[in-house]
């Protein structure tokens, strides 16, 4: 059977879910006319992808409280980040995209592109991915859930990561310290410097506002970011001591 067939039959399998809240093996294998044994590997696949549970003789969707995304809409200035963000992912690049509300905008923008690779912590990110067209490769940290950042975090999560290495990191912040780099208002820190550690590229996504704004946990100091992109509203003197810091600073702006 091809890929594409069996990335449909996986597709089916979790609009099943969704619907239901639990499928069996055995209804599956003969909804796709297809062997109780191939039915145990989509399941074991999408479980693997963080995308159901199984149980025996089947499988349940996830429980709601690690998979409701939160319902704050993407704001203008997010999509302009992101839109500008999917212009530095070239085809068959190998890439991370950490959770977060500006970071998760970036997903729809990767349609057009071909054989990618896509770590993420996040299931409302991985859920997404796994629902493109072009179907990249998605990969998954695992680890502990964590309801503040609503993402795994960890120790196992981070000796995943340091068994792969990629191209770029797409990461958020809750503020930028002019003097030091990102913050943020969770005090685990480590798994964003793990990503940091094994991407050869480091990008942070992150709205004008948020720039100057004091929040205690330092996440990444400047030597370990290379791009930074915000939106066009940032006064001069703000920009000149960004670039002073040795940071790619790219203010995007809508297109009209």
């Given at each position: 059977?091809?890929?594409?067939?069996?990335q449909q039959?996986?597709?089916?399998?979790?609009?099943?879910?969704?619907?239901?809240?639990?499928?069996?093996?055995?209804?599956?294998?003969?909804?796709?006319?297809?062997?109780?044994?191939?039915?145990?590997?989509?399941?074991?696949?999408?479980?693997?992808?963080?995308?159901?549970?199984?149980?025996?003789?089947?499988?349940?969707?996830?429980?709601?409280?690690?998979?409701?995304?939160?319902?704050?809409k993407l704001?203008?200035?997010?999509?302009?980040?992101?839109?500008?963000?999917?212009?530095?992912?070239?085809?068959?690049?190998?890439?991370?995209?950490?959770?977060?509300?500006?970071?998760?905008?970036?997903?729809?923008?990767?349609?057009?592109?071909?054989?990618?690779?896509?770590?993420?912590?996040?299931?409302?990110?991985?859920?997404?991915?796994?629902?493109?067209?072009?179907?990249?490769?998605?990969?998954?940290?695992?680890?502990?859930?964590?309801?503040?950042?609503?993402?795994?975090?960890?120790?196992?999560?981070?000796?995943?990561?340091?068994?792969?290495?990629?191209?770029?990191?797409?990461?958020?912040?809750?503020?930028?310290?002019?003097?030091?780099?990102?913050?943020?208002?969770?005090?685990?820190?480590?798994l964003s410097?793990?990503?940091?550690?094994?991407?050869?590229?480091?990008?942070?996504?992150?709205?004008?506002?948020?720039?100057?704004?004091?929040?205690?946990?330092?996440?990444?100091?400047?030597?370990?970011?290379?791009?930074?992109?915000?939106?066009?509203?940032?006064?001069?003197?703000?920009?000149?001591?960004?670039?002073?810091?040795?940071?790619?600073?790219?203010?995007?702006?809508?297109?009209?």
């Open positions: 059977m091809s890929k594409r067939n069996t039959r996986r597709h089916s399998i979790i609009a099943e879910l969704n619907i239901n809240g639990e499928v069996s093996v055995d209804s599956l294998a003969k909804q796709f006319d297809i062997s109780e044994v191939s039915i145990r590997k989509d399941l074991a696949s999408l479980e693997n992808s963080g995308l159901l549970l199984r149980r025996y003789g089947g499988a349940i969707a996830l429980p709601s409280e690690i998979t409701e995304p939160k319902t704050e704001s203008k200035q997010k999509k302009i980040i992101a839109k500008y963000a999917a212009t530095l992912i070239r085809d068959h690049n190998r890439i991370i995209i950490d959770s977060g509300q500006t970071t998760s905008a970036l997903v729809c923008e990767l349609e057009s592109k071909k054989g990618l690779v896509v770590m993420t912590n996040a299931l409302s990110i991985a859920n997404e991915i796994h629902a493109l067209e072009n179907e990249p490769t998605l990969l998954m940290t695992g680890g502990t859930w964590d309801a503040n950042s609503e993402a795994f975090q960890g120790q196992v999560a981070e000796q995943v990561l340091r068994s792969y290495d990629f191209d770029q990191l797409f990461i958020g912040a809750d503020g930028i310290d002019i003097d030091r780099g990102t913050t943020t208002f969770n005090e685990l820190t480590g410097r793990v990503m940091a550690e094994v991407a050869r590229e480091v990008i942070v996504m992150v709205e004008s506002d948020k720039i100057a704004k004091k929040i205690p946990n330092l996440e990444l100091g400047w030597q370990q970011i290379h791009t930074l992109i915000t939106d066009d509203d940032l006064s001069e003197s703000v920009r000149t001591q960004l670039v002073a810091q040795g940071v790619n600073l790219i203010c995007a702006k809508a297109v009209n």
